[in-house]
């Protein structure tokens, strides 16, 4: 396979036809290295995991069902190890290029997939998102990227990170391509009441630094936007740290007794988050579920079906490589207090190509009613550009 941008996992690849006539035929198709394909070792970005773990006795729901459309599997797709960050830096393996911005990360942990969709590789790729990891690479190759109402697409055959935020999503260059793979990935009956009401979310965009704010602004004359909300009374500062514990704790639920039988080997960063995972108590738990609640109960009030929210997908263009671990880690928490709204409330959310700024992409995001996947794709469809995002 001709990889120039280390989109794709080392080595021999599986390659599986799609099904002739199928509504994707003709489109081919990545699968981060999280998904299992009969026959080969899921390698979740990490050696130790590789080495420890048998090769898959069945596919993964969401690859058989991209094959039974039509769609054509080319090869796995590089992730972050075991999909905890939002970089895509691996140490292991490399970095997958970002083609929109060779000279910045790609985003994580879904960064082979957007690097290989966005580099024209693949017409689309499979992906996982828990804490962002769709939304974020998709903003930073200036892709179109969805989230899906969580637990809407069967996860089996999937290594997972934080289960009750785990969501499998995908890419594309096209927004009619995003739906078309939609279509085959969502249940039927999943289209939900057509969007009627586009709200800003002010305290979204208030996060952005004033450049990058006055950049997206005139991006949004593409919707019909009817007012603008708050989204968290008591700030979305609050939100973060609810998110973290309870994605943490449910981390280490799942991979600490590997983790501590195996003593794998970890690049920068991803130590360090599996090392505080590992200390979150019980009381905060409890805490951050009752909070959680709370959240949910807002969200679920501020955005009823025929209702949509409209925020940036990301805080700013992606950090260059080789961004000081401090720095990195900084953003990345930036991030995290917008892609937490749809990650505590379990909403669906698509980022689309909005502007550059330093000639680099940076994507606006809309968040719809739970079920409402098939409703916001054809949002998206309907109010996406025809042309490639203008230079800010």
């Known amino acids: 396979m001709n990889d120039p941008l280390n989109a794709f996992c080392p080595g021999a690849q599986p390659s599986l036809m799609g099904r002739p006539g199928g509504p994707l035929s003709g489109l081919s198709f990545g699968a981060k290295d999280l998904f299992d394909v009969e026959g080969w070792i899921t390698g979740a970005g990490n050696p130790d995991w590789a080495r420890t773990h048998a090769p ?6 969401a690859v058989s069902a991209l094959l039974a459309a039509g769609a054509t599997l080319v090869g796995k797709t590089q992730t972050d190890e075991l999909a905890y ?43 996982t998102d828990t804490g962002g990891s769709i939304r974020i690479p998709a903003s930073y190759c200036g892709i179109f990227g969805m989230r899906p109402s969580h637990g809407v697409i069967p996860a089996d055959g999937l290594v997972p990170l934080a289960p009750s935020f785990d969501t499998i999503g995908w890419f594309a260059r096209d927004a009619s391509i995003l739906r078309k793979v939609g279509e085959a ?26 450049p990058v704010r006055d950049a997206l602004i005139p991006a949004l004359a593409r919707f ?21 514990i309870l994605q943490g704790w449910e981390i280490w639920q799942t991979h600490g007794a590997w983790i501590r039988a ?3 080997a970890f690049g920068p960063g ?45 805080p700013g263009p992606a950090p260059f490589l080789r961004t000081p671990p401090a720095e990195l ?47 916001l794709l054809a949002c998206v ?12």
């Open 329 to 375: 880690e900084a953003f990345r928490n930036r991030a995290l207090s917008l892609t937490c709204i749809a990650g505590l409330s379990g909403l669906p959310q698509i980022s689309l190509p909005g502007v550059k700024v330093e000639g680099c992409p940076i994507g606006l995001s809309l968040i719809g009613a739970r079920g409402s996947d098939l409703s």
């Open 270 to 314: 991803i130590r360090e988050r599996f090392d505080w995972a590992s200390t979150i108590t019980g009381e905060q738990v409890a805490a951050a579920q009752a909070k959680r609640a709370d959240i949910r109960a807002r969200m679920e009030a501020l955005v009823p079906p025929g209702t949509v929210l409209c925020l940036p997908s990301a």
């Open 85 to 127: 960050s939002l970089n895509g830096e691996n140490a292991h393996y490399g970095t997958p290029v970002n083609p929109q911005a060779p000279e910045r990360i790609p985003g994580g942990s879904s960064s082979g997939s957007a690097s290989a969709v966005a580099g024209a590789l693949v017409d689309t790729a499979l992906g």
């Open 262 to 264: 195996t003593d794998p």
């Open 224 to 244: 019909p936007l009817e007012d603008s909300v708050i989204v968290a009374p008591e700030g979305l500062a609050e939100w973060l740290p609810v998110f973290r």
């Open 56 to 61: 898959a006795e069945h596919t993964a729901s």
């Open 381 to 392: 469809e309907r109010h996406s550009l025809p042309q490639p995002a203008t230079e800010q």
């Open 185 to 210: 990935l969502l249940p039927s009956g999943r289209g939900g009441v057509p969007v009627k009401r586009i709200l800003l979310a002010e305290d979204a965009f208030a996060l952005l630094d004033a």
